[in-house]
């Protein structure tokens, strides 16, 4: 009773100090003088036609890597959680996977019906061609690294669910987030060779503005973002598949 | 007007899930409350951006860049949001992990259940 009067309590003290920033804000006719200079000159500095992408990638460049940094610690958190085996006084491994996966009575795993079956063998190249898509033009069009990361992981999540692969190769996933990563930090360190500092990308051409090849190493960053991500979720969705 | 029905939407979402955090005992729906807590704050750094009658920064043919000074939004918080929602992921991902060791090791996912955390 305590615990819920407290509750409303703070949910009241919460709502009314939202209040003053709802009634007192107003639509903004301009922008700050970050987002200003942002503006002005991201385009015809970096030649990205999404100035949110050159905003990550290059002005924030260094949150990004730390946000790679943040995904990679959490997927090693998780790989470390399910490895974790607790025994009890007689040594036995206990809390492990039993059969019927808790609730006796429902079979572990569930063979995928005809329909998921055949709409994986069309969906699963599109999928994949789709999330390549959006981090490639991550410097074009709203997308990137992580949102196609993201897809390429539900395309593997998808191939799982129909059983179209039973095994993900653990040591070529390793190996190819290892790269990626190692990648977009040796990118970073170009360009403090070749061009104005740690993760600037005009050390290769500009381009025309709004071509594929464009924005200097920017989609080439996003790229490797774009394969890391990927291959750290997959990764992700195997170890949850196989230890839980 | 559209920042303060975002902010009302951001407001509403957040309050909604610290409800969650705090009134529910099942470990599942404590974690739909805070990605619905962390998706409030999304909405909220989003709408912050906004300016009147704003655009997208993403230059095409209805933008040129000379007028993105004129029209687009502010770039700066679409961008921590970008960083923000895969934070968030990541952090879900890890959640919901524990989530399955401690239904493993309890057979249940209710707090209450779980005496060696309360002292």
Redesign the interface.
């Known amino acids: 009773m305590l615990k819920r009067l407290l509750t409303i309590a703070l949910m009241v003290a919460l709502a009314a100090s939202f209040f003053p920033l709802m009634s007192s804000i107003r639509d903004r006719a301009d922008v700050g003088p970050l987002a200003a200079e942002y503006l002005e000159d991201g385009a015809s500095d970096l030649g990205a036609a999404n100035l949110v992408t050159a905003v990550v990638v290059t002005y924030r460049g260094l949150d990004t890597l730390g946000e790679v940094t943040v995904l990679f610690a959490a997927a090693a958190g998780i790989a470390l959680v399910f490895q974790f085996i607790r025994r009890n006084r007689e040594g036995d491994a206990v809390g492990q996977p039993m059969e019927g996966c808790g609730w006796e009575e429902l079979p572990c795993r569930i063979e995928a019906s005809e329909i998921l079956k055949t709409a994986s063998g069309i969906l699963l190249p599109l999928f994949l061609m789709f999330g390549v898509y959006i981090f490639t033009h991550g410097h074009l069009t709203p997308g990137g690294g992580f949102q196609g990361g993201v897809v390429i992981a539900s395309a593997i999540l998808l191939a799982f669910l129909a059983g179209s692969i039973r095994e993900l190769r653990h040591s070529m996933v390793e190996i190819l987030e290892m790269l990626a990563g190692a990648g977009y930090v040796a990118i970073g360190l170009l360009g403090i060779w070749l061009a104005a500092g740690f993760l600037d990308p005009r050390f290769l051409p500009a381009g025309e503005f709004g071509a594929l090849f464009s924005a200097g190493a920017i989609p080439v960053i996003y790229s490797l973002v774009g394969i890391k991500v990927g291959s750290e979720l997959s990764g992700v969705i195997d170890v949850m598949r196989r230890k839980a | 007007?559209?920042?303060?029905i975002m902010?009302?939407i951001a407001?509403v979402l957040?309050?909604l899930g610290?409800?969650g955090l705090?009134?529910r005992r099942h470990l599942i729906k404590i974690i739909l409350g805070f990605t619905l807590l962390d998706t409030g704050i999304h909405v909220l750094l989003v709408a912050?951006?906004?300016?009147?009658g704003g655009t997208?920064?993403?230059?095409?043919g209805d933008l040129s860049?000379a007028e993105?000074?004129a029209r687009?939004?502010?770039?700066?918080p679409?961008?921590l949001v970008?960083?923000a929602?895969?934070?968030g992921?990541?952090?879900t991902?890890?959640m919901l992990?524990?989530a399955?060791?401690m239904?493993?090791?309890k057979?249940s996912l209710m707090i209450d259940r779980n005496k060696e955390l309360k002292w």
């Open positions: 007007m559209i920042t303060q902010i009302v407001s957040m309050l610290v409800w705090l009134s912050i951006g906004y300016r009147r997208a920064p993403i230059f095409d860049p993105a000074l687009a939004v502010d770039p700066v679409s961008a970008l960083t929602i895969v934070i992921l990541a952090v991902a890890l992990s524990y399955v060791k239904f493993q090791h057979r």
